[in-house]
């Protein structure tokens, strides 16, 4: 990876804009970003880094991969855009940071989703490309662990609750657990990259915008096996942001605040007290610029395979 990347990001009026900030703290030359229409664009472009942003702009991504040559293209488009983006920006010879579900329509079968995130997944491995999916709390689990780490005979219990605005929008519990549960299951996959779900032990709960599942998780001979629980909700009421997750009796609150700068961070509630870390997004980034994927496509695809099987036992 270049010691300062050039990034194209797709999809700039969401998630985008902060990716596009975050790319841009952590020292990458952000050169170009992809809108729809160019009345997108104009809309777009004076908000992105407070109407400092200096890159180009197009609605065609195969003229933006040939004009701009990225080095990285951070895809945050509509997830039924993702595999078409992925796909076309790994053939180029870009690495791929990819928004969160890794690839999801919901006009295609759960067979033909994993095929195309196993598709990506050989692809970037062909092209000796860098493939990764913005699933944060990966990044959560991995601190949680390292600061209170598991007892001896390993942990026996996660439970990950997120409940984020429904902002009075009628999203329903599948949307709510495509939306929300890819972060919870990478911070199981953190805690047990070995394990694998019992499908026999699977309770799910999904009811308008609240999607749960519990589960036993199953792991190698000598280590615990774990018994699990995500919980998830849009919610129109207060709570509307709870980001917990539990290790074992070992609770861990996330909320943010901006520091001195006016840079936004984490406070995490610890058992040991309040520590201040970076944005999980920004982390994330910090680690691809790097070289390193928190969540790499092998786990995305795993990910994938949990996600939409507890989906289609639930729904």
């Known amino acids: 990876m270049p010691r300062r990347p050039r990034v194209a990001v ?20 952000v050169c170009a970003f992809l809108g729809r229409t160019q009345e997108s664009i104009a809309a777009t472009k004076p908000r992105l880094l407070n109407g400092t942003f200096s890159g180009n702009a197009y609605t065609c991504l195969e003229e933006l991969l040939d004009q701009e040559k990225p080095d990285i293209v951070d895809v945050c488009l509509p997830p039924e855009l993702h595999f078409e983006a992925c796909r ?47 699933t944060q709390y990966a990044v959560a689990a991995n601190f949680c662990l390292t600061y209170c780490p598991p007892p001896p005979g390993g942990l026996s219990s996660y439970q990950g609750r997120l409940v984020s605005p429904g902002r009075n929008r009628a999203r329903g519990a599948r949307q709510t657990w495509i939306d929300l549960a890819p972060h919870l299951l990478a ?22 915008q609240k999607a749960d599942a519990q589960f036993v998780l199953r792991r ?11 919980q998830t909700l849009h919610a129109d009421t207060e709570p509307f942001n709870v980001r917990q997750l539990t290790f074992d009796d070992q609770v861990f609150d996330i909320a943010g605040k901006l520091d001195e700068n006016g840079i936004f961070q984490l406070e995490i ?12 997004l ?13 969540v790499s496509g092998a786990m995305a695809v795993k990910n994938m395979q949990w996600l939409l099987e507890i989906l289609s036992r639930a729904c």
Not at 193 to 204: K, N
Not at 220 to 230: A, E, F, H, S, Y
């Open 187 to 208: 911070a199981l996959q953190v805690a047990a990259p070995e394990g694998q779900i019992d499908w026999q032990t699977l309770e799910t709960d999904f009811a308008e």
């Open 10 to 29: 797709l999809g700039a009026s969401g998630i985008g804009r902060h990716h596009i900030s975050w790319w841009q703290l952590e020292g990458a030359e």
């Open 88 to 134: 076309t920006a790994l053939a180029a010879g870009s690495h791929v940071l990819c928004e969160k579900p890794f690839v999801y329509d919901e006009n295609l079968s759960r067979q033909t989703m994993l095929e195309q995130a196993q598709q990506l997944t050989a692809l970037a491995q062909e092209k000796q490309r860098l493939l990764g999916v913005c």
């Open 220 to 230: 190698k001979r000598g280590k615990r096996d774990l018994t699990c629980r995500i």
């Open 282 to 294: 920004r982390q994330v980034i910090r680690s691809f610029s790097l070289g390193k994927a928190e």
């Open 269 to 280: 509630s610890t058992p040991r007290g309040m520590v201040s870390r970076p944005d999980m």
